[in-house]
């Protein structure tokens, strides 16, 4: 039994490793051919065109833009929604609402796509506040709708986390004539807080690896802009529409597809090692 269960923990080793093995030949021999330097401050992405532009500033740009607008949703109405399920609402409650708030996970990610499409980005179109609208496809439907999504991880694995703190820690707030809310704002959520930062940081990196709602509902224009109310492109949408197109394999536009794909793997990386520092810094450990 102990050798099944390091086979199971050990496959996730394996596929991060073949997942870097695939990587990493297709990615030297791009850089063969383009400048390092100019992939990563170049402004201008068009690398299937001629000449090719090799910037990838643009769609980096793109993936930030969703991913905050992503972020704005699903952080705020995330954690508030598991401080309610955790703090406020009755057990009769709690067992009612949690499932359906997690059913939102289980909707496929292309029907949201068409979601933001077909009914978020009308709406966009109609509030916008300053100059003229945006168009059918615009970086904000995408990201409030890639928001929505996500939401479910946030409020889940939050609400997990505040359900561990002891439940001595909320008696003795009490007790000294605290209110649900101090003991909530106080005592709960810093006492949660390892679990619910690494809640915020799986959510984020779930959103800038997104691919179907950005590839249907932002745009899939290069766009080097903080505006989210143009159409732009994020890293995932370029290796989702340049994976389909007519590419040779061996060409600088198939290797292309991999470079992007390293990025978005050692941002990932990154944000994941981030994570567990932060996790580990303010982490709190009860007997």
Same mark, same amino acid.
């Given at each position: 039994?102990?050798? $099944? ?13 073949? $997942? ?21 401050? /170049? #402004? ?13 500033? *643009?769609? &980096?740009?793109?993936?930030? &833009?969703?991913?905050?607008?992503? $972020?704005?949703?699903?952080? *705020?109405?995330?954690? /508030? #929604? ?8 009755? *057990? ?31 709406? &966009? ?42 439940? /001595?820690?909320?008696? /003795? ?62 890293? #995932? ?47 709190? &450990?009860?007997?």
């Amino acid at each position: 039994m102990i050798g $099944i269960l390091f086979l199971c923990a050990a496959l996730s080793v394996v596929v991060t490793i073949g $997942i870097v093995l695939s990587l990493i030949p297709p990615t030297v021999e791009f850089f063969q051919e383009v400048d390092l330097g100019e992939f990563l401050t /170049g #402004t201008e992405w068009a690398p299937l065109f001629t000449p090719p532009k090799f910037g990838v500033l *643009p769609i &980096v740009a793109g993936t930030l &833009v969703v991913t905050v607008c992503a $972020i704005a949703i699903a952080l *705020p109405f995330g954690l /508030g #929604t598991a401080v309610f399920l955790s703090e406020y609402a009755r *057990p009769r409650i709690r067992k009612w609402l949690k499932p359906m708030i997690e059913v939102l996970a289980g909707i496929p990610t292309v029907v949201y796509g068409y979601f933001a499409l077909k009914f978020v980005s009308p709406y &966009v179109q109609d509030l916008w506040p300053i100059g003229d609208p945006p168009g059918v496809f615009n970086a904000l439907s995408a990201g409030l709708v890639m928001g929505i999504m996500i939401l479910p991880m946030v409020a889940s694995l939050s609400e997990d986390a505040l359900a561990a703190v002891p439940a /001595g820690l909320r008696e /003795g707030a009490y007790a000294l004539g605290s209110s649900k809310f101090e003991v909530a704002s106080r005592v709960s959520v810093p006492a949660a807080l390892s679990g619910i930062v690494a809640a915020f940081v799986l959510a984020v990196s779930r959103a800038v690896g997104e691919t179907m709602i950005v590839l249907i509902a932002a745009g899939g224009t290069p766009n080097l802009t903080w505006n989210p109310g143009e159409a732009m492109q994020t890293m #995932t949408a370029f290796i989702a529409a340049a994976g389909t197109g007519d590419l040779s394999q061996g060409s600088t536009g198939y290797q292309t597809i991999f470079a992007v794909g390293s990025l978005l793997f050692v941002v990932t990386f990154f944000m994941n090692v981030f994570s567990n520092r932060v996790v580990r810094r303010f982490r709190e &450990v009860y007997e």
